[in-house]
Nanobody
Framework: QVQLVESGGGLVQAGGSLRLSCTAA?????????MGWYRQAPGKQRELVAA???????NYADSVKGRFTISRDNAKNTVYLQINSLKPEDTAVYYC?????????WGQGTQVTVSS
């Protein structure tokens, strides 16, 4: 059963922007829990880049502060990640899941590739 669907990735030039979306299947779980965006680059471990609580409080990895913005729409069971000023080192597969607890099975992710 697919529980999370990520979308919005693509190939962009450095300095460009993307908006990622992640829709969760379970409205109840989504609305009462914090969600996070994670990424995994080739040969590296998956890392948290941004998180948002059910009340809208946010936190970011130092490497993305000022460039990434996480938001959520509880009515749509969707969490977003606005990515600006993309850098080649942002290239990775981006996933969403609960935070700090992984509440869902991992989705397929969405590939972000940044060319220099």
């Amino acid at each position: 059963q697919v529980q999370l669907v990520e979308s919005g990735g693509g190939l962009v030039q450095a300095g460009g922007s993307l908006r990622l979306s992640c829709t969760a299947a379970s409205r109840i779980i989504f609305r009462i829990n914090a969600m996070g965006w994670y990424r995994q680059a080739p040969g590296k471990q998956r890392e948290l880049v941004a998180a948002i609580t059910s009340g809208g409080n946010t936190n970011y990895a130092d490497s993305v502060k000022g460039r990434f913005t996480i938001s959520r729409d509880n009515a749509k069971n969707t969490v977003y990640l606005q990515i600006n000023s993309l850098k080649p080192e942002d290239t990775a597969v981006y996933y969403c899941n609960g935070w700090p607890v992984y509440l869902y099975n991992w989705g397929q992710g969405t590939q972000v590739t940044v060319s220099s």
